[in-house]
């Protein structure tokens, strides 16, 4: 399992790399990008450059630009969470990355609201890269149960 802080940092560099594609930004992502994953090693550089280059290829190519980001966030934020397992080290390097691309991102871009909605007598909960405290109030009897107990 990885650290809450890497984790978060995984999801924030793909959050920011995903949303510089297609953006004046993009060079400066990609590169970086695929020079911090390579780590020094160009077949695998370059493989990273490929992945990174047919993602923002099929950004391009869709009409549904945002929805394209959202399905991307999550591949990038897997690949960075296996990054930084096998070089917790690297975590500085990946912030510098990421504080070098925000300022050149499109006003907008830097970041995404979350939604998370529970239905019928569902509890949802989300939270990244913090706590969450849950307090249960005292348990309602189900459906079914309150009818019974109506005409009981």
Do not use: C, K
Not at 10 to 32: I, K
């Amino acid at each position: 399992m990885l650290d809450q802080t890497l984790a978060a940092l995984a999801l924030s560099g793909a959050t920011t790399v995903v949303a510089a594609m297609a953006t004046d930004a993009w060079e400066t992502a990609r590169t970086g990008t695929a020079r911090l994953l390579g780590r020094g090693e160009p077949p695998r550089q370059a493989a990273v450059e490929n992945q990174l280059d047919a993602d923002a290829e099929l950004l391009l190519s869709e009409s549904d630009g945002p929805g394209v980001r959202r399905d991307l966030v999550p591949v990038w934020n897997r690949r960075l969470v296996a990054f930084l397992r096998e070089n917790p080290a690297a975590a500085g390097e990946l912030q510098a990355l990421l504080e070098e691309i925000r300022p050149a991102l499109p006003q907008g871009e830097a970041g995404w609201v979350q939604h998370v909605t529970a239905h019928g007598r569902g509890t949802a909960f989300g939270v990244q890269g913090g706590d969450i405290h849950y307090h249960a109030g005292p348990a309602t009897p189900a459906d079914g149960e309150a009818a019974q107990a109506d005409r009981g």
